[in-house]
């Protein structure tokens, strides 16, 4: 007779995914036992001392951090009850609805997870960055990120993401939604590096006290290494970390889920497929699409004090770039990161060398606070392939072709933010020396398909071919998402597990939470959609030029019109029938406008009219009142001197552009000998490199010289029609 399971279910690790699991499981009546091989860490218990024996790292002494060479590429992830959650930087993000490209299958768009997220963000109970208790204000970081971007004029780039982080009284231990006791944010900088304070959200004060509170049974110090069919479900083996002379211990379940993190998934099937043979039909698509999400490191030193960079939550700002490079775009993500100082205390301790551990550690106390990280993200190619090497490890072949221009884009940001932000911006070691880039978001390698031949998984995470077994973690993302994924294995592992509860018999179950979900803020998504907009308005990159026309001296009132005209982008400009220039500048007309502000168009050369150029301007005047500036150029001749008159002068009328009474003014503004100079040489291109800048400016001067002549030529032939 065949002796009953262990449990009705299985959950390897407690991460992201196996946090979701672990909790619908259990509150849908199963009996549930997790497997974690990391400790618990509780608040007050995070390593904080730079010596690497107090709880760093997971080879020295099962510690918090597990770096993974994996060849190409270099992995970091965390070890202990609530997985990637403990170390992350509570970053909830959504990927933009129109970067997902056909690698995501239907069940994983925006679309069918958007009211997944809303859970996930309901359990987290996300929010954005708050005022420092401290001080009342936004953190130097948030302020010093905002005011650079206003300047660049693409402040709607930039937004404060959703973080899963408690903020308020940072002294006052209150139960969270799920019973369990936090404080608020003390804005130490120290997330990444396990919250002491207790108010980080991590999985441990919401999914996996919901598990363990309807009877999840806990295994920490377990770390799975085989998994193989056994009567009707499957046996799970798994070593003690912290005594590796201890025999296997052993479970069974009919139901097990992988979430071990992408690289520990697909290494558990890559050995029970090639090495154990527990699992032989497991899909040829195992290990493949494999991604670092884009990720990107970049470290910012201020030359002068603007704050102390340190404080605030670890993240709280995303700017969105879509920067033109080669014959694509590249979508990308930039967030500012505080780096904690009991960081840099750990590497002063770890370098080589007295010497240059002394050096290091004299200019860290001289630039005390000014140093942060630049976070970067974005769509790589996914086409990495995880195999196992002789020792059963994963190693990673990658083609860097399509990456290359991400990483190219990436690396051209840093001159720019140096200038901007008068700092000093460089690469890790890792990158400056060994080329090697280092992902805290693996993803990929069990992608879902409709069969065994183009999917690991099918939609629900079930794999193909063994029913009972499912995956849900970060290796079931068929791509990067773009932006901190965390949310997204989230929203797919609760679809995920509620289909695989449906399919255990309880048809219609759902999650408890639902009929209190509201649907959240989206922030990320305003960025990526201004981004949108603005790449498409600067498609082919834009050109600035500045004007200034004066009545002559004869005239009976003085005026001066001072404009900046910028074209965002040459390809819009010059589909555009009407060749519309945005225009801005001062405008300064005796007795009426003393420089008021002054906004409108100029139709440059437009397709099938007289005229060569049309304005159409708007002003207040001083006391107030709107009026509307148009005004015409044309060419009256084919002579050279004739065109230049025509394109110098312009004739203007100005009324109020109220319903007051008409007071029409008409005069002639003109552009001199020197301002016609100044023009000349103000003609700039717009875009992200050099190259492109020279290639706009010529495209413009290009479009000019042939539009005036062709114009010149069909305004003498209407004349001459005429006679």
């Not at 211990?249 to 979430?259: D, G, K, Q, S």
């Not at 884009?409 to 400056?432: E, F, H, I, K, Y």
């Not at 949310?487 to 695989?500: C, K, Q």
Request: charged content about 25%.
């Amino acid at each position: 007779m065949t002796e009953p399971f262990d449990a009705d279910a299985i959950v390897v690790g407690s991460g992201f995914g196996g946090a979701v699991a672990a909790a619908r499981l259990a509150q849908a009546g199963f009996t549930v036992i997790v497997l974690e091989r990391g400790r618990r860490w509780r608040p007050g218990g995070f390593p904080r001392r730079p010596d690497l024996k107090d709880g760093w790292m997971w080879d020295v002494d099962q510690g918090l951090y597990d770096i993974r060479w994996l060849d190409t590429m270099a992995s970091v992830q965390a070890a202990g009850w609530g997985g990637g959650s403990l170390a992350y930087a509570n970053v909830f993000a959504r990927p933009f609805a129109g970067a997902m490209d056909e690698r995501w299958p239907a069940g994983l768009r925006r679309e069918r997870l958007d009211p997944y997220y809303d859970l996930a963000a309901h359990m987290l109970d996300v929010a954005p960055v708050q005022p420092d208790p401290g001080t009342g204000r936004p953190p130097p970081r948030t302020e010093l990120v905002e005011a650079m971007v206003r300047d660049m004029a693409m402040a709607e780039a930039t937004v404060r993401p959703n973080l899963a982080v408690t903020f308020g009284d940072p002294h006052v231990w209150r139960p969270n939604r799920h019973g369990v006791s936090q404080r608020g944010c003390s804005f130490t900088g120290e997330c990444v590096i396990g919250c002491n304070q207790g108010a980080k959200n991590t999985l441990d004060h919401n999914y996996l006290a919901v598990a363990e509170r309807h009877g999840a049974r806990a295994v920490t110090d377990a770390e799975v290494q085989r998994i193989e069919p056994r009567d009707g479900g499957y046996l799970v083996s798994a070593a003690t970390p912290s005594d590796r002379k201890a025999p296997l211990r052993e479970w069974t379940a009919p139901r097990v889920v992988l979430a071990a993190g992408a690289v520990a998934t697909n290494e558990l099937l890559l050995r029970a497929r090639d090495v154990h043979g527990t699992l032989p039909g497991l899909s040829p698509q195992l290990g493949r699409g494999f991604s670092g999400n884009g990720d990107f490191l970049t470290l910012a030193r201020l030359r002068e004090g603007r704050g102390d960079m340190t404080t605030g939550p670890t993240i709280t700002t995303t700017t969105v770039l879509d920067v033109p490079e080669g014959k694509r775009s590249v979508w990308y993500q930039v967030q500012d990161g505080a780096i904690p100082p009991q960081v840099e205390e750990l590497l002063d301790t770890v370098l080589p060398g007295e010497r240059l551990r002394e050096r290091r550690r004299r200019r860290r106390i001289e630039t005390a606070g000014r140093s942060f990280a630049v976070l970067g993200m974005g769509r790589d190619s996914g086409d990495g392939t995880l195999r196992l090497n002789d020792n059963g490890r994963a190693t990673l072949s990658w083609r860097n072709s399509w990456q290359a221009e991400l990483y190219r884009s990436q690396l051209r940001l840093g001159p720019m933010l140096g200038r901007l932000l008068n700092a000093r911006l460089s690469q890790p070691l890792t990158w400056s020396l060994l080329r090697r880039t280092v992902t805290v978001h693996p993803l990929g390698g069990v992608r879902p398909g409709p069969d065994a031949a183009t999917g690991v998984v099918d939609e629900a995470g079930e794999v193909h071919g063994h029913p009972g077994l499912f995956v849900m973690d970060g290796s079931v993302l068929p791509a990067a998402t773009g932006v901190n994924p965390s949310a997204t294995i989230l929203a797919v592992a609760e679809r995920s597990v509620e289909a695989m509860i449906r399919r255990s018999g309880l048809d219609g179950w759902r999650a408890p939470e639902w009929d209190a979900v509201a649907t959240s803020e989206i922030p990320e998504d305003e960025a990526f959609t201004y981004m949108s907009e603005r790449h498409a308005a600067t498609k082919g990159d834009g050109v600035v030029f500045h004007e200034r026309m004066a009545t002559r001296r004869r005239e009976r009132a003085r005026a001066v019109l001072e404009l900046t005209a910028e074209i965002p982008g040459m390809d819009r400009f010059l589909a555009d029938p009407s060749h519309t220039v945005p225009m801005r500048g001062v405008i300064d007309i005796e007795g009426l406008a003393s420089r008021a502000a002054v906004t409108g168009t100029l139709s440059l050369f437009p397709d099938g009219r007289p005229e060569a150029m049309a304005y159409d301007l708007r002003f207040d005047d001083d006391t107030g009142r709107p009026w509307r500036l148009t005004g015409v150029k044309a060419t009256r001749s084919r002579t050279p001197i004739a065109l230049l008159t025509g394109l110098t002068n312009l004739r203007t009328a100005i009324a109020p552009a109220d319903a007051g009474p008409v007071e029409t003014q008409r005069f002639t503004v003109s552009i001199g000998p020197f301002d016609l100079l100044r023009l000349a040489t103000s003609i700039a291109g717009q875009g992200f490199t050099r190259a492109r800048r020279i290639r706009a400016a010529a495209r413009f001067a290009a479009f000019f010289a042939r539009a005036a002549l062709l114009h010149q030529n069909h305004d003498h032939a209407t004349r001459q029609h005429r006679r």
